[in-house]
Structures are given as C-alpha cells and as structure tokens.
C-alpha cells in the first residue's frame, strides 16, 4: 500500500491517477481547487473505497493553500509515497506570437511550473519519510527541445521550464534513494486533448501506478520518459 498526492485530480488523467490507485488498494489524497464545485465524481470514488480517497484543497498557484494541505496530510499521514505533479492549464493556443497575450504566460507558469516547485517545497519533508519516494511531473513532448514547434508558447515553454526542474531534482534527490521524473503521458482524451485524442487516459495512469510501483522501470538516467518508461529526448 502506498500513500500518494495527486494534483489536478478533479478530471482527466488526475482523476484517472486516482481511480487506478484506488482500485490497488492505496491511499490517494486527491488535491482540487476547491471542495465546493465539480467533486461528484470524487465523491463517488470516496465512497466505493471507504478510508482510502482524502479530497484535499489544494490550489497550487497559491503558496497559503500548498502549505495548509501538506500540514492537513503530516496530520493524517505523517509520510507520502508519490507525489504525482498533474495540474496543468493550457492558454492562448491559437495566439501567435505577435498577438501573445502575456498574463496567459504567467498565468501558465504559475500552474505549470511554479505549481510543482511549490508542491516539492512543502511536501518533501513527508516524501523523506516515505518508501521509496517518487515525484512525477506530468509534462509534455511540447516542452521538449527537440519537438518544438512555433505554437502553444506559454504551455511549451512551461513545460521546458518543468522538465529542467525535473533534471534540477533528480541532480539531488536521486543519491538519496528517490526516483525522480517528468513523463509524458500522450495526447489523451481529455478536456485538455480533446476528444479526437487517440490515447486513453486510463492506459497513462496504468504506467504512472506501475512506474511509482517499480512495475514499470524506466531507463537509468533518464529525466523524461513516455508512458512505456523509455527515454524522451529533452
């Protein structure tokens, strides 16, 4: 049994992260924005697995709401297993760079990137006192150097920006026993993919509970890798 965080668990493949988790019997605090809107679902998770799902308020453009919900978890738990780094936000697709509106930007590394460094703030004391501790930061092929395209520039960029963080990370915490990675999950059916997606959500987080399992290995070395735990280049 492990103990996982998931951000951005309200839909997609958070809620996806969550439901697989609990089907395998672990404990999942389930972080979204608010309690207040949008929780049926979770709800109904919550009651098939009695004792197992914390719904937990976290906003993680917001410092105050990180910190609150990591002493919420040392209470109930005392340590975290896998701290899964999922919410993300996708602005100012269609904007070209010339008509780039730049709050989208901030807006984006806000959720993006400054979401994760926060969460790794505040959590890693409990991560220290976990087995085998993972952080996955769900990233994208868009933030990779070598796929970049003239587009999405804000999510792109966040992403790059989360995928250094990764490799920053690992520099550290890898000696001392974490498994640190930023993984792509695909383009999903999602309501951030959209429904033409190919991938199917529930496959992504199948790999992502199978990697912070240690069913799934991916390549020594790597700071990005795809769903079947290979290599991405960066």
């Given at each position: 049994?492990m103990?996982?965080?998931?951000?951005?668990?309200?839909?997609?493949?958070?809620r996806?992260?969550v439901?697989?988790?609990?089907?395998?019997?672990?404990?999942?605090a389930?972080?979204?924005?608010?309690?207040e809107?949008?929780?049926?679902?979770?709800e109904e998770l919550?009651?098939?697995?009695?004792?197992?799902?914390?719904?937990?308020?976290?906003?993680?453009?917001?410092?105050?709401?990180?910190?609150?919900?990591k002493?919420?978890?040392?209470?109930?738990w005392?340590?975290?297993?896998?701290l899964?780094?999922?919410?993300?936000?996708l602005?100012?697709?269609?904007?070209?760079?010339?008509?780039?509106?730049?709050?989208?930007?901030?807006?984006t590394?806000?959720?993006?990137?400054?979401?994760?460094m926060?969460?790794?703030?505040?959590?890693?004391?409990?991560?220290?006192?976990?087995?085998?501790?993972?952080?996955?930061?769900?990233?994208s092929?868009?933030?990779?150097?070598?796929?970049a395209?003239?587009?999405?520039?804000?999510y792109?960029?966040?992403?790059?920006?989360?995928?250094?963080?990764t490799?920053?990370?690992?520099k550290?915490?890898?000696?001392?026993g974490?498994?640190?990675?930023?993984?792509?999950?695909?383009?999903?059916?999602?309501p951030?993919?959209?429904?033409?997606?190919?991938g199917?959500?529930?496959?992504?987080?199948?790999?992502i509970?199978?990697l912070?399992?240690?069913?799934l290995?991916?390549?020594?070395?790597?700071?990005?890798?795809?769903?079947?735990?290979?290599a991405?280049?960066?």
């Amino acid at each position: 049994m492990m103990r996982l965080i998931v951000t951005g668990a309200g839909k997609g493949l958070g809620r996806e992260i969550v439901g697989e988790a609990l089907r395998r019997g672990h404990e999942v605090a389930a972080g979204i924005r608010s309690l207040e809107t949008n929780v049926e679902a979770l709800e109904e998770l919550q009651e098939g697995a009695p004792g197992k799902l914390t719904l937990l308020e976290l906003d993680v453009d917001e410092e105050d709401s990180v910190a609150k919900a990591k002493e919420a978890m040392a209470a109930r738990w005392g340590a975290v297993d896998a701290l899964i780094n999922n919410a993300g936000i996708l602005l100012a697709r269609e904007q070209p760079i010339e008509r780039l509106e730049f709050a989208a930007v901030e807006n984006t590394f806000r959720t993006n990137l400054y979401g994760p460094m926060k969460m790794v703030k505040h959590f890693l004391p409990l991560l220290k006192a976990g087995n085998r501790p993972l952080i996955l930061n769900v990233s994208s092929e868009a933030g990779c150097l070598a796929g970049a395209y003239g587009g999405d520039y804000p999510y792109a960029l966040s992403k790059a920006a989360l995928n250094y963080f990764t490799a920053q990370l690992r520099k550290e915490l890898v000696p001392q026993g974490f498994g640190v990675y930023a993984m792509h999950p695909g383009w999903m059916r999602t309501p951030m993919g959209g429904n033409q997606a190919p991938g199917d959500p529930l496959d992504s987080a199948r790999s992502i509970l199978d990697l912070a399992e240690g069913k799934l290995e991916a390549d020594n070395g790597a700071v990005m890798i795809g769903i079947d735990g290979k290599a991405m280049p960066l």
